[in-house]
């Protein structure tokens, strides 16, 4: 029994072919097919269900996935754990939500590059929900998003905190006093649909305090929101510190709300089933870039030594959680 006739049977059960198993093993369909007849015929028993048109498993097959899975998940461990980090030599599907990548994106491609110089990052940014499920199909490796998600196939580990506030353009609301939830409904509200992590935590909090807003626009555009809030089209909720500038120069307003606004919770969120060393190290050096109060920062980070990547992938892997 090989690791290729593994891989073979984990990726066709996984994708759900063997057109798309050889695609991401890079292999013919033919030579994926050579794989698990070989299995099959090494224990004598069917792993799928050739009278289907999809590629399904047995009950065999089930338990030979099951095996695959874990020896696979082994074997991976063990070559990260005997790398040193500086030859690791892979790709890295970071997804990442619009709000992080206007602020302290580059400061953790930075931090990445220089622990990991022969690991290819690919961001990509998207909505929450939709960096989840690109997540769960195996289409990204990790997400750095609100945490919105209580979902049993997903690990989740706290990355940093987002402050929001109520804002308006000045003189749009009467701010001699704070206002209650329910005022709020005198306004055109602009607000970030169920698709983003910060919209669903917003969201599930006002229905804990009783309250259901009225609402006018829908938006997952941070820009469109700001530049609509900005032109007086309403009121929304955006993180106050990035937007100081704005704030200072009269082109926004914050406005006193009771009760206050919760503060947005970031995590690092990757599959259950795909742990992994370098992973580990990146939420960690993700827990040291994360910054929500500048956007677009270009600061230059100092040099750091190869050695304290080591070291935050060893902290790393003994704070995560399980989501319930």
């Known amino acids: 029994m090989t690791f290729k006739q593994l891989e073979a049977i984990f990726w066709v059960a996984r994708l759900g072919g063997f057109a798309q198993a050889a695609t991401k093993l890079h292999a013919t369909q033919s030579a994926i097919s050579k794989r698990v007849q070989e299995l099959e ?31 696979l998940g082994e074997r991976d461990a063990a070559v990260e754990q005997f790398l040193r980090p500086e030859v690791i030599e892979r790709r890295l599907r970071l997804g990442v939500t619009e709000l992080t990548a206007m602020t302290w994106l580059p400061r953790l491609v930075q931090r990445i590059e220089a622990f990991y110089p022969r690991v290819v990052i690919e961001p990509d940014v998207d909505t929450s929900v939709t960096l989840r499920d690109k997540l769960l199909a195996d289409e990204l490796d990790i997400a750095i998003v609100p945490d919105a998600f209580d979902d049993p196939r997903c690990e989740a580990r706290r990355v940093g905190e987002l402050e929001m506030a109520w804002m308006c353009k000045p003189g749009m609301v009467d701010a001699s006093r704070p206002l209650r939830m329910h005022e709020l409904a005198r306004y055109r509200l602009l607000t970030q649909s169920s698709k983003s992590g910060v919209g669903i935590m917003v969201d599930r909090w006002l229905g804990a305090q009783g309250t259901k807003l009225p609402v006018a626009l829908v938006s997952n555009n941070m820009l469109a929101l700001i530049s609509m809030t900005v032109s007086g089209l309403g009121v929304t909720y955006l993180p106050w510190r990035c937007l100081q500038p704005m704030l200072d120069s009269g082109m926004l307003a914050t406005i006193k709300v009771t009760p206050a606004l919760p503060v947005t919770r970031y995590v690092a969120l990757y599959r259950s089933d795909q742990r992994s060393t370098l992973i580990a190290s990146v939420t960690m050096l993700a827990q040291e870039s994360c910054d929500f109060t500048r956007m677009f920062q270009t600061d230059v980070l100092p040099p750091v030594m190869s050695g304290a990547a080591s070291g935050a992938s060893k902290r790393g892997r003994g704070v995560s959680r399980r989501r319930a």
């Open 41 to 71: 015929s090494l224990f004598d028993t069917p792993l799928f269900d050739r009278t289907l048109r999809t590629a399904r498993l047995t009950d065999k097959g089930e338990e030979m996935l099951a095996v695959a899975q874990r020896l």
